[in-house]
């Protein structure tokens, strides 16, 4: 009986720290779908509108969801393995910044800035990898290894070149199809 509490508490605790995961993906993916949008189209505010619309339904979804699991993920979070997870997706964020801001730089110097975005996404990408493993979360493999194959692929084959908005529209529909990865049933106790 304890082990098939034990069991189900560790689902929820997973459940929760889905539904986090597609919080974040479901306000970021919004976010890059809007620069798509601006750069495609223009001042657009009823595109703006739509996609703040379905962000924020998979903002709700997320939320909702990691309140069913809450009390799950809190007692989980005083684990060991939780506190060594948290401290290693605080040291991955932090490098991903510090690479996002070298590229944007190196972008800017070598009189490139249009390879600031594709070297964004890529590093977005392979922020993801190493979190794989942490989080016990194999969705993360296929949304990192996505994004570096759409960065280092939609500059050479888009019309626009690495300037082109096709690179905020592939990666706003992948965290979003990740976000909406975590919130089904079967797939977000792995989240």
């Not at 703006?48 to 809190?74: C, D, E, P, S, T």
């Not at 070298?102 to 996404?121: D, K, M, R, S, T």
Request: glycine share 10%; net charge positive; proline share 5%.
């Amino acid at each position: 009986m304890a082990a098939a509490i034990g069991g189900m508490t560790g689902q929820s605790a997973a459940r929760a720290g889905a539904a986090i995961g597609s919080a974040i993906f479901s306000v970021f993916g919004a976010g890059w779908l809007i620069v798509w949008s601006q750069k495609f189209m223009g001042k657009a505010p009823a595109v703006w509108g739509a996609i703040a619309l379905l962000g924020m339904v998979l903002l709700l979804a997320a939320i909702k969801q990691y309140k069913r699991n809450q009390a799950a993920h809190a007692a989980e979070a005083e684990t060991p393995e939780s506190k060594r997870a948290s401290k290693v997706f605080n040291w991955v964020n932090a490098g991903q910044g510090i690479a996002i801001f070298l590229a944007l730089n190196v972008a800017n110097n070598i009189g490139h800035p249009e390879w600031f975005i594709p070297a964004f996404i890529f590093v977005v990408g392979a922020h993801f990898i190493p979190l794989a493993p942490v989080f016990k979360a194999p969705r993360h493999y296929v949304v990192g290894f996505a994004l570096m194959l759409l960065a280092l692929a939609y500059p050479l084959l888009a019309k626009g070149g690495a300037a082109d908005p096709v690179g905020c529209l592939g990666t706003g529909l992948i965290l979003w199809a990740s976000a909406i990865s975590g919130l089904l049933p079967e797939r977000s106790a792995q989240r």
